[in-house]
């Protein structure tokens, strides 16, 4: 403690949509693979349809992404206690959430359907944390709310899958 380097309380807006954008793209990568993983299986639809909403919420990020002005693509920090910006700098340092993991990497551990549910479970959570933090950051004129959309889509996921996962009558594999 105190030999490091402080930790900013300023970032960027675009940079964290940015980092929003490749969390979709690895959930969509995730559930694809999964779906092949548990073909023949009951949940590999629910899987794929999930991919197609993490495609939805791609679209959604990339185009706050393109309508950000110039003044918003700067540094800012977003609240007087500072909370928010040393939370958004600490994604943007990937110090909370690596969003260059290889997605696929958790699949290979996976035995069957369940632990397919469970790290997809582990996935949405982390997702819900994330786009939590990221909701003050998003400019109110780009659709904020929509933040809220996405946060709850996030959180029926979670329900789908849990509901998948109990359907399995505790069967690990």
Request: zero cysteines; proline letters at 4%; hydrophobic letters at 40%.
């Amino acid at each position: 403690p105190g030999k490091g380097k402080a930790m900013s309380s300023v970032f960027n807006v675009d940079e964290v949509l940015q980092m929003a954008v490749k969390i979709e793209q690895n959930g969509q990568k995730f559930y694809r693979r999964g779906a092949q993983m548990a073909a023949g299986e009951k949940i590999g639809q629910v899987l794929l349809t999930l991919a197609e909403y993490e495609v939805e919420h791609e679209r959604i990020f990339q185009t706050m992404r393109a309508e950000l002005t110039a003044e918003e693509r700067q540094p800012t920090v977003y609240d007087p206690e500072d909370d928010a910006g040393k939370y958004l700098a600490a994604l943007a340092d990937r110090r909370i959430f690596n969003v260059d993991a290889d997605p696929l990497a958790k699949l290979g551990s996976a035995r069957g359907p369940a632990d397919i549910l469970n790290l997809a479970i582990a996935a949405e959570k982390e997702s819900v944390v994330f786009y939590t933090g990221l909701k003050d950051a998003v400019p109110p004129r780009l659709g904020r709310e929509k933040m809220d959309e996405i946060i709850r889509e996030e959180l029926r996921h979670i329900g789908i899958l849990a509901g998948h996962l109990a359907g399995l009558g505790g069967r690990r594999n």
